[in-house]
């Protein structure tokens, strides 16, 4: 018996964002119509084709287009000249292959022509080739968190404009982590949420910050660093970084609210271009908050620990824990999952070491320290930078003298 086959056919997949480069797949929304054990069929569609769909009717030789109304869609890149349609369940031929209650998919020539003459389904998308994988590999991608995948939503597949489907899915989220919360949130927020969140998200989000970096350099160019920081807003806040590493040569590199796959996207101009001896990295919390898993945030981390590998061999990355915000309690699974990842990877690598900063930032019976915080509850003042400065010193010693 293949038992997964329910559980990945009818799911909507969205392209990870947080893989590094631009694929093929990138703010892709795919909906898969068939798995098994021979391998998986899915059909991309959210991608419109600059293609007139009465023309592409007239190049098949039908001459009833008069009445064919919708756009073409690009389905993947196997096969590119076949005709796929997913459809509602109004209407069938013989061929076509019932996904779900609501979604059906066709490949029958009479459907086409259905199409054509006016006749076709309610809803459909028609696509220009489809997206494929061999056995077990889509299952190994998932695993792999390539993909996030959702419950099929025929609204968002038929009804939604294109440009808005993968803010529709991120509101989709947004209610999902509210309701978690027993948090109550008006339509209008959610979608502003989601608006934000999505251009958030996007990897040069604070290419002005990091621009401001290169100007101060062209000025004056830091050399031989020794320790470089960098990261989120709690690293760019921290003021007092050269006092309390003293006598270290540090430099600061933290910038905005970054997620890790802003610091992967920079990572030339605010890591390798300083050749440091060693890196102080806090980050992640961002990602958390932007509704991204540990383990896509973990994924991110792989490619920021492997680019490092890479590019400056030998380096040291000493990771900084996420810290126990009062105004991110709502998020306490998901941090302290991302906290026990690092920990899991840094145990198995010689140039990684988890610095774990939870405990320390707790009170003696276990509760957050708003007194650590300034009033917004998520940025650490002057007595949590005390506590940071303490930790981080001690596992630097292992590497300098202090």
Known sequence: MWTEEDKIKGKILFFSPNEEGTSYFTDSLIYICDHNEQGSL?????????LDLKELLRGLKISEVDNAKGNVFLGGPVNPGAI??????????????????????????????????????KNFRLTLGY?????????????????????????LIFKINPSDQINQILEERIKTQAELNNTEISSAEIKKTALYLNAWSKKDFYKDEINEFLEEDKLDFPKEIEVLFTGSSSIRFWNSLEDDMQPLKVLNRGFGGAHISHV???????IQRYSPKAIVFFCGTNDLTALKTPEETIQDFEILKDKIHQALP?????????????????????????????AEIASRDDLVTFIDIWDAMLSAEGERIPDLFIEDGLHINAKGYEIWTKLVREHLKTMFTL
């Open 42 to 50: 899915g059909l991309i569609f959210n991608r419109p084709l600059e």
């Open 84 to 121: 796929f349609i997913l459809h509602s369940s109004d209407k069938c031929w013989k061929g076509t292959l019932k996904v779900s209650e609501n979604v059906y998919m066709s490949t029958d020539f009479e459907a086409i022509e259905d199409i054509a003459r006016g006749n076709g389904p």
């Open 131 to 155: 997206t494929g994988w061999g056995p077990g590999q889509l299952n190994t991608e998932i695993a792999d968190n390539a993909w996030i995948a959702f419950e099929e939503n025929s609204n």
């Open 264 to 270: 992967n996207h920079h990572f030339e101009d605010v």
């Open 314 to 342: 030998g380096v040291h990355l000493f990771v900084i824990g996420i810290k126990p915000s009062p105004a991110r309690v709502y998020l306490e699974k998901e941090e302290i999952a991302y906290n026990e990842m690092i």
